[in-house]
């Protein structure tokens, strides 16, 4: 059983910078596809990056250019580094793994708040 667990949420001002971490605990990370979701009150859950066993990432529109996803394999660790953060990117952010076997696993959340 694969267990996500997220941290390094918190509040910050606009323009401020945050780092996650996803810690990913009952299976080897490094041919798992991980990525990051996001979801703000009354709003659906969106796709913010995602990052392949070879280090390949993609990243949404509304992020490219602020935010960096890497992962560590050897810690079985995913990050979110996180730049010029505005109030909209305020949100619940999720570490999702699927595994080679196509099942995904997701973390309960951290908070992400933005404001002045």
């Known amino acids: 059983q694969v267990q996500p667990v997220e941290s390094g949420g918190g509040w910050v001002q606009p323009g401020g910078s945050l780092r996650l971490s996803c810690a990913a605990s009952?299976?080897?990370?490094?041919?798992?596809?991980m990525g990051w979701y996001r979801q703000a009150p009354g709003n659906e859950r969106e796709l913010v990056a995602t990052i392949n066993p070879i280090g390949i990432t993609y990243y949404a529109d509304f992020v490219k250019g602020r935010f960096t996803i890497s992962r560590d394999n050897a810690a079985n660790t995913m990050f979110l580094q996180m730049n010029s953060l505005k109030p909209e990117d305020t949100a619940v952010y999720f570490c999702?793994?699927?595994?080679?076997?196509?099942?995904?696993?997701w973390g309960q959340g951290t908070q992400v708040t933005v404001s002045s």
């Open positions: 999702a793994i699927v595994t080679q076997q196509g099942r995904t696993y």
């Open positions: 009952g299976s080897s990370s490094s041919n798992n596809f």
